[in-house]
């Protein structure tokens, strides 16, 4: 890990500098501070001054987990009076024995400061792009690493185009609250293209039928306007949603403001409490559905006084155009 400090007045910090990695399976390495810890690389420089102005701080971390999703920064000591520190980058080099598997840049450009409780920030790790710049979703923490990106409210995330390159089998992986592309607040607006491919299994070890379920949740929760979602197949998935986050249950969205087409749900099961938008593809329509099916699929209402709700195979409530499905 080296972390640039940016080339500016008063960039610089004699506070500590602590790192925490966080992996796509929820595990965290413990907090680890680089002031005193790392390996200075600034020429005829001291660890007092390791993130002085213009200078840069690197360090070797061995991290438990497979996939990194993002890295928390934070100062402390507050002992010392200093206003604030500006962080220019952050470089993660990843190295499995004696093979690097990638280098991960993240362009940070902002300050900390200890005075207006701004001492800690969370950035996550970016995907891999393909040569035309889109970003490339391989395999289920690749899956999770996107709903944490789109989900960090970043425009250059939640704007972004993503790429299924695999068929991905979660395995049962729970694609809860925290891993759900999209939110209430931080609506999708890129374009996720599977490519023909098929994401199979999600969910599909959750208990849908315990009492602790409503919010095992689908792919997405809010397609923006200028979102869209397209060319993929979903196969066996098990969505048991609650209106905590969001309402809605369905498989792709929960809500789809923005463009659905050439998409297929299949062998999979719906549900939903005594809330609105229960469908196959997705709850609530506002924008376009186009060349979908839904196929071998059970939408089911649970818990009391939902006897007079609706649901759809393909959305309960359209407000927007379904067509050729």
Partial sequence: VTIKTADVKNAGTD??????LNGTDGQSLKNFNMSKNGKDTTPNSIHLNAFERGTQQTTYIHVPFDTLESITISLSGGAIAAKGWKCESITIEQIQGSTDTGVKHIDVNQWFATEDDNDTQTFVVPLDKNENGSYMVENYDDLCLMSAMVNSGKDEYVNGNY??????DCKGEDFKDREMIG???VEFNGTFDGQGHTISNLNSGADIEGE???KVQGLFGSIGKNGTVKNLTVDNASVW???SVLSGSAVISKQNNGTIE?????????????????GGITGLNNGTIKNCRVENTTLMRRWGGCNNRGMGNICETNNGTVQNC
Wanted: proline share 0%; net charge negative.
């Fill in 212 to 214: 602790d379920s409503g």
């Fill in 183 to 185: 939110t209430k607040n």
């Fill in 163 to 168: 790429v299924l390159t695999n068929d991905i």
């Fill in 15 to 20: 506070l500590n500098v602590n790192v925490t």
């Fill in 262 to 278: 050439n998409v297929t749900v299949k062998n999979s099961k719906v549900q939903l409490g005594d809330s609105e938008y229960l």
């Fill in 241 to 243: 949603s609650d209106n």
